[in-house]
């Protein structure tokens, strides 16, 4: 229990709709407050200082406050925040995004991962002059009522594995949407081949996140991803990757480790430097719909009052710049450490528990079978407990984690913070240990 924390959401619930304006911030019994953050550390308004692996859920490369962003943002910011005018800075960032990526000719900016996607999605519809959508089931993609489509069916109603119902996620979502979005399952390229055959002439896009993390953060399949890329192809669809989370793992992102290209790709979090973003970027032909053409409207209008605003845009290309190739190749280094070296806590634990990711992100399983896909990684009850609690105990010993148990690695990080992570989760898995469905009884060694 944190006093002040706990005195602060009493005062929030008055005010704010469910105390929060993010549900993610929740926890039991209430969520904690932050004073400041430093580095790759945070200290809430108790005084306690925690090492922050959830990052803003992943959108902190640098972690807080760095002086290169600090620096770029006062500078911008007594020269104004945003106007009706275009900015040169706008030009710099789109120049830079476009070079880290032969997929990327053209580009927009918008204020968040949830509009990049749904510019993307629009964007393939003008294209194509198709309303239909495709996705993953259980991939979260943000709040556009299309891409929301069966981000968190149940067993009720998740309908047969290898044709994944159309399934709601808020109450009063129209039915249009619903009919709109075929789901496929994840790492079955047959299944989704056939899915996709039962709408060929519908589909305006296949959308993708190649590492998705509320699926468990297991990777597309190279021969999955090339199946929806030659079916969007022989079927006159684009094939778009949400890459708002993914972006991080390579300079050209996640996408430069496949053969198959995307038409477009939506990006976010990281790329704002700390402060909101999201930008759509792909071929010239397709990224023309956004384009007035000889006097005649866009065939697809798109504008936004903060869209590439010159304080984003300033710390979006300081935090770029500086995640150059050795930035990432250093900080996927330090991921394969962090993951043997939560492997090796497992093990001496002695409790059902697996690690996935890849490149700078991971994400702690409490099951001795890392999941495949969001049906594998569904969990009971009795394991979402035991999550939570192991979540909570990484916070008692000094650790900020995402609670699905996923983290992601920021620069100032090194081997010191990797190894007090290891200690955390040797820590919280000795506690839950007894909890852990299947670990058998008996406290930890
Ligand atoms: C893969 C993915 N796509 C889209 C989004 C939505 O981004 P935002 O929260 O900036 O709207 C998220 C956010 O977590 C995400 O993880």
């Known amino acids: ?83 009706t005018m275009a900015t040169e800075v706008e030009i710099a960032y789109a120049r830079h995004l476009c070079g880290r990526s032969a997929n990327f000719d053209k580009l927009r900016f918008v204020n968040s991962g949830t509009e990049a996607v749904m510019a993307a999605l629009k964007a393939a519809r003008a294209f194509t002059g198709r309303a239909g959508l495709a996705k993953t089931e259980g991939a979260y993609h943000g709040a556009y009522d299309y891409a929301e489509v069966s981000q968190a069916p149940g067993p009720q109603n998740w309908g047969a594995p290898d044709r994944p119902a159309s399934v709601p996620l808020a109450v009063g979502t129209p039915e249009g949407v619903l009919h709109d979005v075929v789901v496929l399952p994840f790492n079955d390229p047959e299944a989704a081949t056939a899915a996709l055959n039962e709408h060929r002439d519908e589909i305006a896009c296949v959308l993708l996140d190649l590492m998705p993390h509320r699926l468990g953060l297991v990777r597309a399949d190279d021969s999955y991803v090339q199946a929806l890329r030659e079916w969007t192809m022989e079927n006159g669809a684009l094939l778009v990757f949400d890459e708002v989370i993914t972006f991080r793992t390579e300079v050209g992102g996640m996408q430069a480790r496949y053969e198959a290209s995307p038409d477009l790709t939506a990006m976010g979090k990281m790329i704002g430097g700390g402060l909101p973003v999201g930008a759509l970027a792909g071929r010239d032909e397709v990224m023309k719909v956004f384009s007035v053409q000889g006097g005649a409207p866009p065939r697809l209008p798109h504008s936004g009052t903060f869209s590439a605003n010159p304080l984003t845009m300033a710390a979006g290309l300081a935090a770029m710049q500086l995640f150059d190739a050795d930035a990432t190749a250093r900080l996927n280094r330090l991921g394969d450490v962090a993951r043997s070296k939560i492997k090796e806590a497992i093990s001496v634990a002695a409790v059902p528990a697996s690690v996935t990711g890849t490149g700078s992100m991971f994400r702690i399983h409490l099951r001795s079978t890392p999941p495949r896909d969001y049906r594998s990684l569904f969990p009971s009850p009795a394991e979402a407990e035991a999550l939570r609690l192991f979540i909570d105990g990484l916070y008692d010993a000094g650790v900020v984690m995402i609670y699905s148990g996923a983290g992601a690695l920021s620069t100032p990080m090194g081997e010191a913070e990797v190894d007090a992570l290891a200690e955390a989760v040797l820590t919280s898995l000795r506690t839950v240990k007894t909890r852990l469905p299947g670990s058998g009884s008996g406290a930890a060694t």
């Not at 945070?42 to 990052?55: C, K, L, M, Q």
């Open 1 to 83: 229990m944190s006093h002040r924390s706990a005195e602060l959401f009493l005062q929030a619930q008055e005010f704010l709709a469910g105390g929060v304006s993010r549900n993610t911030l929740l926890r039991q019994p209430h969520p904690l407050y932050v004073a400041s953050g430093n580095g790759c550390r945070v200290v809430d308004v108790d005084g306690v200082e925690r090492i922050d692996f959830a990052n803003n859920m992943a959108s902190l490369i640098h972690g807080h406050a760095h002086p290169a962003i600090v620096e770029a943002v006062t500078a911008q910011v007594k020269r104004g925040t945003a106007f």
